[in-house]
């Protein structure tokens, strides 16, 4: 059983920045690709960003490209998004999600754990 964490949220001004953080716990020794997930007021939860295992490969929502950055530091077993260029129509709540492969979790297919979500509001 692995537990993720997500901090970092909270209000900040369009064109504003902010730093996520998913810290997991439990049986991490397991080589879980990793992503973040948004879910808006009245709409499905979808893709943001997805990085591989050794952190090699990243992958984008086309709606956060050049905007948000994905990383991890496995030796403190946590995953980041740096959000940066705000937009109101990226207010959410972000979900940090693992799964076997990027591929699954770009697809947001066999995610095994979610995290419980953390508020992000952009105000224009």
């Known amino acids: 059983q692995v537990t993720l964490v997500e901090s970092g949220g909270g209000l900040v001004q369009a064109g504003g920045s902010l730093r996520l953080s998913c810290a997991a716990s439990?049986?991490?020794?397991?080589?879980?690709?990793m992503g973040w997930f948004r879910q808006a007021p009245g709409k499905e939860r979808e893709f943001v960003a997805a990085?591989?295992?050794?952190?090699?490969?990243?992958y984008y929502a086309d709606s956060v490209k050049g905007r948000f950055t994905i990383s991890r530091d496995n030796a403190k077993i946590t995953v980041y998004l740096q959000m940066n260029s705000l937009k109101p129509e990226d207010t959410a709540v972000y979900y940090c999600?693992?799964?076997?492969?990027?591929?699954?979790?770009?697809?947001?297919?066999?995610?095994?754990?979610w995290g419980q979500g953390t508020q992000v509001t952009v105000s224009s």
């Open positions: 990085i591989t295992w050794i952190g090699s490969s990243t």
């Open positions: 999600g693992a799964g076997p492969s990027a591929r699954t979790v770009v697809a947001g297919t066999s995610i095994l754990y």
């Open positions: 439990g049986r991490t020794d397991s080589n879980y690709a």
